[in-house]
C-alpha cells in the first residue's frame, strides 16, 4: 500500500519567505510526528499529533514554526520567515493506534534550502 | 528525553554477523526499546521492536538484558545494503509516546 508521502521534495526558497511542507501520512494512522534533520545530524522531534488531542508541540525551535493536521489525516508544517539556519531535511512519520507501541513509517522528507 | 548511548562508528565485513549495542540504563517498565536504520538520502526505516523477550523478524534479532539497561541488534549476515546510521530508541508512556532519536551508530560494512 501507499506509504508516508511528503511534498515537495526539495524546495529552495530565499531568506525571509514563508514555507509550507506537506505530510500524507499513511490511511488509518493516528499519530503523526514531524522531525528536522541538519546535515550530518541525527533527527530533532519537532512536533507530533495523536488522534483529536491538544499536539506535543515541545520540540519547536521558535514561534517561526507551526503545524496543523487536519482532518486527523493530512499535515502541514509552516516555518515564516525562513532564516539560513532552517535548512536542513524534513521528515514526517505516521504510526499506527495499534497497541504496543507500533513503529514509525517515514516519508523520504522535504530538503529545504534557504538562501 | 529518555537517554540511549551507541557508538558512534562500527565496521564489519561482509557476510559476518554484526552486533550493535545500546545502553539505556534510565528505561522505566514501559519503554519499549526500537531500532531504525537511515540509509543515505532516505528517511529512517523500522527494524525491529521489543519489550522484554529477544525478538526476531527477517530483517534482524534483538536481543534485551534480563535488567533491560541494554540491548543489542543482531545483523546474522551483514550485506553491503546494510551500511547504514542505526538509531536505538525508547518509546512510551514515560517518553509521552514518542521517539527520541541520537545520533546513532554508523555501520560500514566492508566488502
Known amino acids: 500500500g501507499a506509504g508516508v508521502s511528503q511534498s515537495p521534495s526539495n524546495k529552495v526558497t530565499e531568506k525571509g519567505k514563508d514555507v509550507e511542507l506537506r505530510c500524507d501520512p499513511i490511511?488509518?494512522?493516528?499519530?503523526l510526528y514531524w522531525y528536522r534533520q541538519s546535515l550530518g545530524q541525527g533527527l530533532e522531534f519537532l512536533i507530533y499529533?495523536?488522534?483529536?488531542?491538544?499536539?506535543?508541540k515541545s520540540g519547536l525551535p521558535s514561534d517561526r514554526f507551526s503545524a496543523e493536521r487536519t482532518g486527523g489525516s493530512v499535515s502541514t508544517l509552516t516555518i515564516q520567515r525562513t532564516q539560513q539556519e532552517d535548512s536542513a531535511v524534513y521528515l514526517c512519520?505516521?504510526?499506527?493506534?495499534?497497541?504496543?507501541?507500533?513503529?514509525?513509517?517515514f516519508g523520504n522528507g522535504t530538503r529545504l534550502t534557504v538562501t | 528525553d529518555a537517554k540511549t548511548t551507541q557508538p558512534n562508528s562500527m565496521e564489519s565485513n561482509e557476510e559476518e554477523p554484526v552486533h550493535l549495542p545500546c545502553n539505556h540504563s534510565t528505561i522505566s517498565g514501559t519503554d519499549y526499546i526500537h531500532w531504525y536504520r537511515q540509509l543515505p538520502s532516505q528517511g529512517p526505516e523500522y527494524v525491529i521492536h521489543g519489550l522484554t523477550s529477544n525478538v526476531n523478524n527477517r530483517m534482524a534479532s534483538l536481543a534485551i538484558a534480563e535488567d533491560r539497561k541494554s540491548s543489542t541488534l543482531i545483523l546474522h549476515r551483514a550485506t553491503l545494503r546494510d551500511a547504514a546510521v542505526y538509531y536505538c530508541?525508547?518509546?512510551?508512556?514515560?517518553?509521552?509516546?514518542?521517539?527520541?532519536f541520537g545520533t546513532g551508530t554508523s555501520l560500514t560494512v566492508i566488502p
Open positions: 512519520a505516521s504510526s499506527s493506534p495499534d497497541r504496543g507501541q507500533p513503529p514509525l513509517h
Open positions: 499529533f495523536q488522534g483529536n488531542s491538544a499536539p506535543d
Open positions: 490511511s488509518g494512522h493516528t499519530a
Open positions: 530508541i525508547l518509546s512510551g508512556p514515560n517518553t509521552g509516546n514518542q521517539f527520541y
